[in-house]
């Protein structure tokens, strides 16, 4: 289908309401697939919103999925030739000998086969109509679908912080500061207890340095010092939408701001701004934030002393203390 929607009305604004949006958008709906990415992400800001758009389009993707799995309708010779010898056994209703002008064996066939291929065809549409209606009741999720990230969108301008409080394997708690810089993937996480602990770990592609800022002990390779921050990965988050394994939940409020939610691969729900900026990571079981602070800063507001990977002065190679 050409992406040449000019015979379609114009499609509103984002912050247009009412039911002439809906007829609207509903029309766009039908052909969103073949719609260039700036109509898509003015779809996506409508149906986030509105319920009864969110249904159609999923709807419309199952009606989709259906049909496109469904085999050819047309009978097999098989088909045929089981059910000619049954139609040909039926009795004939007598008729005057004049009036009767048997069927030539070519046009019975014919005639046989558009019979069974049009009986087929309204199976298919009865069996589209009992699935859709099925799996809307009881096998479909209703959460909107087609939630695309934009193609010009870009996290690494940017370094992405946050700070949460663990326990340890004996029960200890202790606080985590991490600063990821997302544009050259270089990282500063700081582990702290009390007066008891406060390491700082620097990595980059390469290796992590570890210090022990009350101890003056230095050690390289201590990975197991640094975080794992893999769910802000924006390549594979717009992979995982797009082949559905992450899937998109609707929109929600968040500490008083309206996000996007996502639930992941692995469980956990992702909510990103209307920048399409991540704010949190809720956990699946309790529905709690991960982080107590998420904030993603203009990597030009960063002092690169932070990325500093040199042995400070006073420090000494040796090995660091386990980690709670």
């Known amino acids: 289908m050409s992406r040449d929607n000019t015979d379609l009305p114009p499609l509103p604004a984002a912050d247009q309401v009412g039911p002439e949006v809906c007829i609207i958008v509903r029309l766009y709906l039908a052909v969103i697939d073949d719609l260039p990415l700036e109509q898509v992400q003015l779809l996506n800001s409508h149906i986030v919103t509105c319920t009864a758009c969110s249904e159609e389009l999923r709807m419309l993707g199952q009606a989709t999925r259906l049909v496109s799995s469904s085999a050819n309708s047309a009978p097999s010779p ?5 059910i000619r010898p049954m139609i040909e056994n039926q009795p004939t209703p007598q008729r005057p000998v004049a009036a009767f002008r048997p069927m030539p064996r070519r046009t019975r066939t014919r005639r046989l086969a558009w019979i069974v291929g049009e009986l087929l065809a309204a199976a ?28 010009s969108l870009s996290w690494s301008q940017y370094v992405l912080f946050h700070s949460e409080t ?14 990821h810089d997302l544009g050259t ?12 602990l406060d390491v700082v770990a620097v990595s980059d592609d390469h290796d992590t340095l570890g210090m022990d800022m009350i101890h003056h002990v230095a050690e390289m390779g201590a990975h ?3 975080v794992d921050d893999s769910m802000f990965n924006l390549d594979t988050l717009r992979h995982d939408l797009l082949t559905r394994s992450d899937v998109y939940l609707g929109t929600a409020t968040f500490q008083g701001k309206a996000v996007y939610r996502i639930r992941s691969k692995d469980g956990f729900i992702i909510l990103l701004d209307r920048q ?16 107590a602070t998420l904030q993603f800063i203009p990597a030009s507001q960063v002092s690169s002393s932070m990325w500093n990977m040199s042995v400070p002065q006073g420090f000494h190679m040796g090995t660091l203390p386990a980690k709670p």
């Open 185 to 196: 993937g270089t990282m500063h996480v700081e582990t702290k207890m009390d007066e008891e």
């Open 166 to 179: 663990r326990t340890g394997s004996h029960g200890e708690v202790y606080q985590v500061e991490s600063y």
């Open 124 to 151: 298919l549409v009865l069996a589209l109509i009992a699935s859709t209606h099925f799996f809307g009741l009881f096998g479909g999720s209703s959460a909107p679908q087609g939630f695309v990230l934009p193609t």
């Open 276 to 291: 399409y900026l991540p704010v949190n990571l809720l956990h699946a079981g309790t529905g709690k934030p991960m982080y």
């Open 78 to 82: 098989r088909v045929d030739k089981a």
């Open 224 to 226: 197991q010092w640094s």
